[in-house]
């Protein structure tokens, strides 16, 4: 079988980790991938979303799987297009992802709230704004309890919702994000929503389209600063399973959201295919739905894969092929610790191209330990960072301390110029592991 995945960070190091592990895979291909993906099979430079592009690749190399890793290509439309062509071409090609309509679940704020609203999926109350109605934005703003959370509607990185204790400062950013052309055109409709206060975490789901099944919860850790201060990154750490979310717990997630959101895909004639990753907060006991994602997540993955027994490839065949109900998800209990190394200065301008050292015993055989490369490129010869995140480093442990230390310790020793990492991931959560 012959594979194409879309994407370069320790994400997809994990899924191409994790798929390498069975026999029938003859070409395993990469783009844009990264050093560590390039060891498991062929780097391509190709632009996930670039859709001809893609397929073109895809019908050259008679790709019989394709896998996107993270939201852009889905949401510009790669699982309607490739399968469009591929049905004119007379190809039989699957792929492992939703296509555009549902990818808007993430693709656009507004529809996931509004998708919502009309299945009784708990999520914090809000309105949407453009340009066209500020003076009601204002009015509604008016009427809410700080904190004000503002929301782009579109794609914005991770950048786009702002959170103020300041009504000024709520009113500044809704006209900048709307008439100032703040984050572009993801901006132009904004969200705005009441402030919910818990405990964040997420779970994992994966449909064909007619069942589903869970696959884990995780909790990742955003902020670049210990103690969750300073600006938002796309993840430095993650903890999985995460101990509050019990049976009790997890039962509110199934019959609350994950189940009313599958069915209500399928009754509005869009059923879903792929990975889906919800984003909660814990509100005393209460789940409420913060944001959906139509992929898995980074460094969710590397903290979920390693502890998955069953194969990988086979997942993702039988979810792409609408057979996920002759496959199980068998997932090892013991707790992944996942911590990120990035660059000196990141989220914001970082240097490239610092040697990184790995010690010897890394790459040969390490039964429950794993070194996920995200920003790596091989340079000369050498290993260097390529990127803000470079590298995640994930243990299993029979408790959250455990692997934590085994994390830490494997951490500490790989080193390049202006190495920073998180020293507090997982510590809140010990008191309840
Ligand atoms: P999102 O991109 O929607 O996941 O939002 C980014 C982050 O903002 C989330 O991970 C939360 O930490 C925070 N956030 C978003 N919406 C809310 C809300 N309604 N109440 C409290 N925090 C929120
Ligand atoms: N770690 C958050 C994300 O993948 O969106």
Request: aromatic fraction near 8%; include cysteine.
């Amino acid at each position: 079988m012959n594979i194409l995945l879309l994407g370069s960070g320790g994400r997809e190091h994990a899924f191409a980790y994790k798929i390498r592990q069975s026999e029938r895979v003859s070409k395993l291909f990469i783009a844009p991938g990264n050093a560590g993906t390039a060891q498991l099979g062929e780097n391509v430079v190709l632009n996930p979303t670039d859709l001809s592009a893609v397929y073109e690749f895809c019908k050259r190399e008679k790709i019989d799987l394709l896998i996107p890793g993270n939201e852009d290509p889905l949401v510009a439309g790669l699982v309607d297009y490739i399968e469009k062509m591929s049905t004119i071409d007379g190809l039989s090609m699957l792929v492992a992802g939703p296509n555009q309509w549902c990818a808007q679940l993430e693709g656009s704020k507004d529809f996931a709230k509004s998708f919502m609203a009309r299945h009784g999926i708990p999520t914090a109350k809000y309105q949407s704004f453009d340009a066209t109605n500020l003076t009601e934005a204002y009015t509604f703003l008016e009427t809410l309890t700080p904190p004000y959370v503002l929301k782009a509607d579109g794609l914005a990185a991770g950048k786009g919702v702002i959170i103020t204790d300041s009504l000024q400062e709520a009113k500044d950013t809704l006209s900048d994000m709307t008439q100032q052309g703040k984050f572009g055109k993801a901006g132009e409709l904004v969200v705005i929503e009441e402030f919910l206060k818990g405990i964040e975490l997420s779970v994992f789901a994966v449909s064909d389209g007619k069942t589903w099944q869970m696959l884990a919860s995780a909790k990742d850790y955003k902020r670049i600063g210990n103690g969750d201060t300073g600006l938002n990154t796309g993840g430095m750490g993650a903890i999985s399973p995460v101990p509050f979310a019990d049976e009790v717990f997890m039962k509110k997630v199934v019959d609350r959201i994950v189940e009313p959101t599958f069915s209500g895909l399928r009754m509005e004639g869009q059923p879903y295919k792929g990975f889906l990753f919800i984003g909660l907060m814990n509100v005393g006991g209460d789940p409420m739905v913060i944001e959906y994602n139509v992929r898995m997540g980074d460094p969710e993955t590397e903290a979920i894969f390693p502890r998955l027994n069953s194969s990988l490839l086979e997942l993702l065949e039988s979810m792409a092929a609408g057979k996920l109900n002759e496959y199980q998800v068998l997932l090892d209990p013991l707790t992944a610790a996942t911590l990120f190394l990035v660059s000196e200065g990141y989220p914001g301008d970082i240097k490239k191209g610092k040697e990184i050292r790995l010690p010897e015993h890394i790459g040969s055989a390490m039964e429950d330990q794993w070194v996920f490369h995200a920003g790596t490129i091989m340079k000369d010869n050498r290993l260097v960072t390529n990127g803000g995140r470079v590298i995640a480093v994930t243990s299993l442990g029979d408790s959250i301390q455990s692997a934590l230390n085994r994390s830490n310790a494997l951490a500490s020793s790989i080193e390049f110029e202006g190495k920073y990492q998180r020293n507090d991931i997982g510590l809140d959560l010990l008191a309840k592991s």
